[in-house]
């Protein structure tokens, strides 16, 4: 009989379907003594104070140019860990799959995430599969929680002081304008790729550098307006930044003013920002500079004790404005 090239409902079921779909695929792509031992849970060996969060994904479309589902949950899990200073070390995943997924294209979202696993050397000990029926999901929605071993501890939103450097670690933008591209199927003369990437490695060399590290985020959701709004309210801080000082890139510039976005306000997948004393802001930026799409690291503003809970951004002319919390949805199921 020939072998299904869709996910059936079997395939969660729990019996020889589903024990095939796990070990020739899943066990494969995520190979680790842990994982083969195939207990209902995974035993740890955990030291110091621990790091965990959880995170699902459902974007829409699975597929875009720089990534998928399946980059996207590893990437996003593994950055929220680096963002706490946080050594990326086990990770959980669940699939929920629905019924006519082809088996190809799942292949290939399980083995870009085996893939991204090895940029942070985390690993995959516990996971769950489901198939509901079709017209119950959108193809594929992924799960994924993970831990990680603090080792900068105090890298905390109370941690932010007047005077601190605002750092953006690249432009900014391109994961929302590259979903949206992909779903509205708007061609562009120039490629416009997501920034879906892992952030641990240029995060480690930033720890290793021994830095004093205030805070870190990922501008994901709201992009590095709804991070630098956040951060105001909850240290009871100001923050002023330059406009020209932020890097937007022009098919990002052309995609907002094509559909009347403002680029600081479009998710992000592989984009940081960092609050450090100001002395270290230099050396900071220069070792971002040097890895992971980092090129563009600037510094973008600084921390101040005035007008507390408000951010305000200096346009290249001189005028001033607030740069306000993004309202409304502006791309729904971006991760």
């Known amino acids: 009989m020939a072998k299904p090239t869709q996910i059936q409902l079997s395939h969660g079921g ?5 024990a095939e779909l796990i070990g020739k695929l899943f066990f494969d792509a995520f190979d680790n003594p842990i994982l083969r031992r195939e207990e209902d849970a995974a ?18 479309p699975l597929f875009f140019q720089g990534g998928n589902i399946g980059k996207l949950a590893i990437a996003g899990t593994v950055n929220d860990l680096a963002m706490m200073g946080a050594e990326p070390q086990y990770l959980s ?16 979202i399980v083995n870009s995430m085996a893939e991204e696993l090895k940029k942070s050397g985390a690993r995959i ?26 080792v900068k501890p105090g890298i905390s939103v109370s941690a932010i002081r007047p005077g ?16 949206l591209t992909a779903r509205e199927g708007l061609q562009l003369d120039s490629e416009l790729t997501s920034d879906c990437a892992t952030l641990w490695p240029v995060v480690e060399r930033l720890i290793a550098a021994n830095l004093d590290i205030h805070a ?16 105001t309210k909850a240290a009871n801080v100001g923050i002023d930044i330059e406009e020209k000082q932020i890097a937007v890139c022009d098919e990002v510039r052309g995609v907002c003013e094509l559909y009347g976005f403002e680029p600081w306000d479009l998710a992000n997948e592989g984009t940081f920002v960092i609050a450090l004393p100001q002395a270290a802001a230099e050396a900071a930026v220069e070792i971002m500079q040097r890895f992971c799409g980092c090129q563009d690291a600037a510094i973008i503003g600084t921390v101040t004790d005035e007008h507390q809970g408000r951010v305000i951004m200096q346009s290249p002319w001189g005028s001033k404005r607030y740069l306000d919390l993004p309202q409304g949805e502006l791309l729904p ?3």
Do not use: Q
């Not at 516990?126 to 017209?135: E, F, I, N």
């Not at 601190?164 to 304008?177: F, P, Q, W, Y």
């Open 216 to 231: 870190m985020r990922d501008a994901t959701r709201g992009g590095i307006a709804a991070v630098l709004n956040e951060w």
């Open 43 to 60: 035993a740890l060996n955990l030291n110091g104070t621990t790091a965990f969060t959880t995170d699902s994904f459902t974007v829409a």
């Open 93 to 108: 995943c669940g699939f929920i799959i629905e019924e006519g997924f082809e088996l190809d294209k799942l292949k290939t």
């Open 125 to 150: 000990v516990c996971g769950d599969t489901k198939v509901v029926p079709k017209g119950c999901a959108d193809g594929l929605f992924i799960n994924t929680s993970g831990v990680g071993h603090i």
């Open 333 to 335: 199921r971006i991760c």
């Open 14 to 18: 729990g019996g020889r379907e589903m």
């Open 164 to 179: 601190d450097a605002i750092i953006l670690s690249r432009d900014i933008g391109r994961h929302g304008a590259a979903i």
